[in-house]
């Protein structure tokens, strides 16, 4: 399962951005040199940012980066993938292990959705990831963030192997990141690598909470010292 889905997610990056020049089995078992003070500093920028930053620049980017995982949600399905909303009280996976012996030998794919746990508490205030995909599966219709949930478990976690602690979500985030086009990568980063830090290094990483949910763009030197954290 794990070398169908990176042959396919290199037939996409081919297909899409066949400029980037790279592998993405190579990403997915690169070296990460972790800096835990790098994480801190994500995690208090986020924590002082604005909620709700949706400027006319990050609403293009947003719409591309729900575009683009659209596309790479038909990848996961023609993979033989089946894709299940997850409808029981709990996280349907106790660990990545099991999360990716599941994919492989069921070839089914769980998918915990956001109505049930996106931030610390429910909010209804406006973000871009909450709107509806107009995927439906089950009778549940998915929103954008559920898609990329899936996404993010099949081409982060059951391709790469990468764990759900800090350092396997940062190694599942930078594989992932592959698959993008460069013009979404702030949201990625937002929507992901600082969530991260925010729910490990965060003034409430104790309690091991969902973080805030914020739209906003980092300053650009976050992403590029991210990038930097990983040797190919």
């Known amino acids: 399962m794990e070398a169908e889905l990176a042959d396919l997610a290199q037939a996409y990056v081919d297909r899409h951005w066949p400029s980037n020049g790279h592998r993405i089995s190579s990403r997915a078992t690169c070296t990460l040199d972790w800096d835990e003070d790098y994480c801190r500093r994500v995690a208090a920028y ?11 620049v990050l609403v293009r980017r947003y719409d591309q980066f ?18 299940r909303p997850w409808l029981t009280p709990g ?11 599941s994919v492989r030998t069921t070839g089914e794919l769980y998918v915990y959705l956001t109505s049930a ?23 549940v219709e998915l929103s954008h963030n559920d898609v990329f949930r899936v ?16 350092r396997g979500e940062f190694g599942a985030a930078f594989c992932h990141m592959g698959m993008y086009s460069a013009d979404v990568h702030p949201v990625l980063f937002t929507e992901q690598v600082a969530q991260i830090c925010w729910f490990f290094f965060g003034p409430r990483s104790a309690e091991r909470r969902y973080p805030p ?20």
């Open 117 to 139: 746990g996106h931030g610390p508490e429910p909010d209804e205030r406006f973000h871009p990831m909450l709107e509806p995909s107009g995927i439906v599966v089950d009778g």
């Open 151 to 166: 996404v993010h478990d099949a081409f982060g976690h059951v391709m790469s192997g990468r764990g759900f602690s800090a």
């Open 46 to 56: 986020f924590e002082k940012a604005p909620r709700l930053a949706y400027d006319t």
């Open 66 to 83: 729900k575009r683009e995982n659209l596309q790479q949600y038909r990848v996961v399905v023609d993979a033989g993938i089946t894709v």
């Open 91 to 101: 996280q349907p996976y106790r660990g990545s292990a099991e999360l990716r012996a």
């Open 213 to 232: 949910q914020k739209v906003f763009e980092f300053p650009t030197h976050y992403l590029t010292e991210f990038r930097s954290l990983f040797r190919l």
